[in-house]
């Protein structure tokens, strides 16, 4: 019996100290970034273009029911245009998105979300708030989310409406601009994020 016990106080030392979440426990559950998707949305008088962006790093923490906190990182150096069937129109449109009259990509490689608060709602859906950090300007926001636990991971979907022009993304702004006509381009866009974690 003093063997058993004995064994398993290091199988459970052992789970702790590499991190590994215990099932329903509290994680951290370390995001599956090859699994988890992030696509964009910008509108502008004349239409919208569409693309995909791509995680770095990130992690979300549970109290074995729900969400209580998490952080993410966006890798912005890979910012794509999906609706561009032209690759050298793409790529010049890629490029002004990276450029200081948008994403300033060189310089700030890295925006970043770190989860403050989680409301539960009905169901599987809860209200995240939380600081975003673009550009180096860091901004609160709040959006709907829904959570899906799992004995060994969790899984969320979010749709999150970001004011460009909080963190100092002012080109074709209606806001900071005259004269602009149909070049109008809208202040808001739109993250749809996919968050897997586990393998």
Not at 37 to 60: C, I, P, Q, R
Not at 149 to 175: E, P
């Amino acid at each position: 019996m003093k063997k058993t016990s004995t064994l398993l106080s290091l199988a459970i030392a052992t789970i702790l100290s590499t991190g590994v979440a215990i099932a329903g426990g509290p994680g951290p559950f370390k995001v599956n970034t090859a699994k988890s998707n992030l696509k964009w949305t910008a509108s502008k008088v004349t239409g919208k273009h569409e693309g995909t962006v791509k995680l770095a790093s990130g992690s979300l923490n549970s109290d074995g029911k729900q969400l209580t906190g998490g952080t993410f990182d966006i890798d912005m150096s890979t910012i794509k245009c999906t609706d561009i069937a032209d690759a050298e129109t793409a790529g010049k449109f890629v490029g002004h998105l990276k450029s200081e009259d948008f994403f300033g990509v060189e310089k700030h490689k890295t925006a970043h979300f770190v989860i403050s608060k989680v409301t539960p709602k009905a169901g599987n859906e809860v209200e995240v708030s939380g600081k975003m950090t673009i550009k180096g300007i860091t901004k609160d926001i709040t959006f709907p989310a829904t959570v899906v636990h799992s004995a060994k991971a969790i899984s969320t979907k979010a749709k999150i409406t970001i004011d460009r022009t909080d963190f100092d993304v002012r080109f074709g702004s209606g806001k900071f601009f005259t004269d602009l006509g149909d070049k109008i381009i809208n202040d808001e866009f739109i993250i749809d994020i996919d968050l897997e974690t586990g393998a």
